[in-house]
């Protein structure tokens, strides 16, 4: 009976501890903080091209969470930011054919880009009836528009969160839960269920790398493609694996960050990683099931997150005042930081702090 006890009450403090319900969060901002017009129905993922140009999905309706019915009005898009032009705001990128909207929920996204200087955008695709799926594009600048390659479909990448591209069709990307139905993905994350994995597909087939995590979420690689980044928000820490040259994985250590950590945006100048996260999920997790909730956002800066002793900086903490709700993701381009939400506001901070 005291062994049953004793593990009840471990269960009971990761959980607690996971949940963030003990935190307390402070406010700083790293600059000047705006808030993008026209951007309200979420910005979940971003991804970069090398000139600035940032992609963001807009409009999930998050799998696992019971939901406001507010989130079902919500509408599927994509959209671009340029950090040149910051205060043009965000603009809705065309989708051609137009077909491909018709069963649209973006939710991680990956840029690729070839040596003619080619984009594509990689898109983590929830399909209707559990069907997840990879839409691949080719961006065209010119009229603002994304043109359908192809959409991947494979047994193995059924329950996804994010993904990184390693070339012009392949990638590594994250299944979160084992299970697909909203209860069984509710019951995953309480039991803490360490059955979420990392796969890669290339060429049409595909292969389990990493596996064992709680909560496998947004992926990354290091500038030199030799590191793999996942962010674990259940393990509140960021995994890192060595690549090898067959594209298979082996763990090297986990970042431990106290906090509950989505996507990752890696400075290609020096590889710092700049996390964003939720301070406290168990607010977010009220937020889904009332959007006038309020709840807190974070952005972590990372430095040599390949060695032993990473030092990590908070770059942005709010509790909600600012107008924030539920950080999912921090992108840092010269000396700017944007901050997307899973399904609230985009914000746009000057960094005039030293780096």
């Avoid at 065309?94 to 018709?102: G, H, N, T």
Wanted: charged share 15%; aromatic share 10%; glycine share 8%.
């Amino acid at each position: 009976m005291a062994v049953l006890s004793a593990v009840v009450v471990n269960h009971v403090a990761k959980i607690i501890s996971a949940s963030g319900m003990l935190k307390h969060v402070y406010n700083h901002v790293p600059g000047t903080c705006r808030l993008v017009p026209g951007v309200e129905q979420g910005s979940e993922d971003i991804a970069l091209t090398s000139s600035g140009l940032a992609f963001i999905s807009s409009g999930i309706l998050p799998p696992g969470f019971i939901l406001d019915p507010v989130y079902f009005s919500f509408q599927q898009r994509i959209l671009v930011f340029d950090f040149k032009n910051p205060t043009k705001g965000a603009k809705e990128v065309q989708i051609v054919p137009q077909s491909v909207k018709e069963d649209f929920m973006p939710h991680g996204l990956s840029v690729y880009e070839d040596k003619s200087g080619q984009v594509r955008l990689f898109v983590v695709n929830h399909g209707k009836g559990y069907k997840d799926r990879v839409e691949i594009f080719r961006f065209d600048s010119d009229s603002n528009s994304l043109h359908h390659i192809e959409s991947v479909k494979h047994p193995l990448p059924y329950s996804l969160n994010d993904i990184v591209a390693t070339g012009p069709d392949s990638f590594y990307a994250t299944n979160d839960k084992y299970s697909t139905g909203l209860y069984s993905k509710m019951a995953e994350t309480w039991l803490l269920l360490p059955w979420s994995n990392v796969v890669y597909y290339s060429g049409g087939e595909a292969i389990i790398v990493a596996d064992g995590l709680l909560y496998a979420n947004g992926v990354n690689l290091s500038p030199d493609g030799k590191l793999v980044y996942v962010a674990n928000p259940t393990a509140a820490a960021v995994t890192v694996y060595h690549r090898h040259d067959d594209n298979t994985l082996l763990f090297s250590h986990d970042i431990i960050l106290h906090t509950g950590v989505d996507n990752i945006c890696v400075d290609p100048a020096n590889g710092d990683l700049w996390v964003g996260a939720i301070p406290r999920p168990i607010d977010f997790s009220v937020h889904m099931q009332n959007a006038s909730h309020p709840c807190g956002s974070q952005v972590l800066r990372i430095e040599n997150p390949a060695g032993e002793n990473s030092s990590i900086t908070e770059m942005f903490s709010d509790d909600g005042r600012a107008g924030l709700w539920g950080s999912s993701v921090g992108c840092y381009h010269n000396k700017q930081l944007l901050i997307g939400t899973v399904n609230h506001r985009l914000m746009h901070c000057t960094v005039d702090v030293p780096l």
